[in-house]
């Protein structure tokens, strides 16, 4: 089956930067696409970025557009999601995400999340 395992949450100072990882299994990973959400205390689940299975395609959501780039490695069957100048309003639980589709972001499967908390 599916597993998707992100890494690479904690604990960072306003200003600075984490990469985020998610390692997938159990499907081609080229095939698809992939996302990261994330989801705050009390709000709903919002989407972040999102990158096509050649990764020839992305796209990032407004909140994080100029700080937040995706990318990944289909070598090794890996997302990842840098993320700098970061905020008190990323704090958040971060969601990978693997697409139905090659190009659209469709989640069909879901990661178990990592902690991203940014103090001020």
């Known amino acids: 089956q599916v597993q998707l395992l992100e890494s690479g949450g904690g604990l960072v100072q306003a200003g600075g930067s984490l990469r985020l990882s998610c390692a997938a299994s159990g499907r081609t990973f080229s095939s698809y696409a992939m996302g990261w959400f994330r989801q705050a205390p009390g709000k709903e689940r919002e989407f972040v970025a999102r990158i096509s299975g050649s990764g020839g395609n992305t796209n990032v959501g407004e909140s994080v557009k100029g700080r937040f780039t995706i990318s990944r490695d289909n070598a090794k069957n890996t997302v990842y999601l840098q993320m700098n100048s970061l905020k008190p309003e990323d704090t958040a639980v971060y969601y990978c995400?693997?697409?139905?589709?090659?190009?659209?972001?469709?989640?069909?499967?879901w990661g178990q999340g990592t902690q991203v908390t940014v103090s001020s």
């Open positions: 995400a693997m697409s139905s589709r090659a190009v659209v972001l469709v989640p069909a499967y």
